[in-house]
């Protein structure tokens, strides 16, 4: 199993962008899709993207053209760049780790097997 732990969480305004950070130590991340996450309160867990282990991300209609993942492969890292943040983006952030095969993109939370602890975003008005 996949250590994983996210950061960079925190109170922006509308219109700001914010980076969150997915590190783990140990296994490389290339060796898995890295999807983004997240759950405000109420909601269920919805799906924000994925880079793939060939090198391709997709990402949902709701953040495609504000979202963008980008890996690190020396510091077995990976980020989700979010511009033009709205309000309805609030909600906890989770990163998370699928070893399905690389040409099976995974797109539901449980095609997901390590999962972080989380990290709080929230999007004022």
């Known amino acids: 199993q996949v250590h994983l732990v996210e950061s960079g969480g925190g109170l922006v305004q509308a219109g700001d962008s914010l980076r969150l950070s997915c590190a783990s130590s140990g296994i490389p991340l290339r060796n898995y899709h890295m999807g983004w996450f997240r759950q405000a309160p109420g909601k269920e867990r919805e799906f924000v993207g994925v880079?793939?282990?060939?090198?391709?991300?997709t990402y949902p209609d709701s953040v495609k053209g504000r979202f963008t993942i980008s890996r690190d492969n020396a510091k077995n890292t990976v980020y989700l760049q979010m511009n033009s943040l709205k309000p309805e983006d609030t909600a906890v952030y989770y990163c998370?780790?699928?070893?399905?095969?690389?040409?099976?993109?995974?797109?539901?939370?449980?095609?997901?097997?390590?999962w972080g602890q989380g990290t709080q975003v929230t999007v004022s008005s």
């Open positions: 998370a780790a699928s070893g399905r095969p690389y040409f099976n993109i995974p797109r539901a939370a449980r095609d997901y097997s390590s």
């Open positions: 880079s793939t282990m060939s090198g391709g991300d």
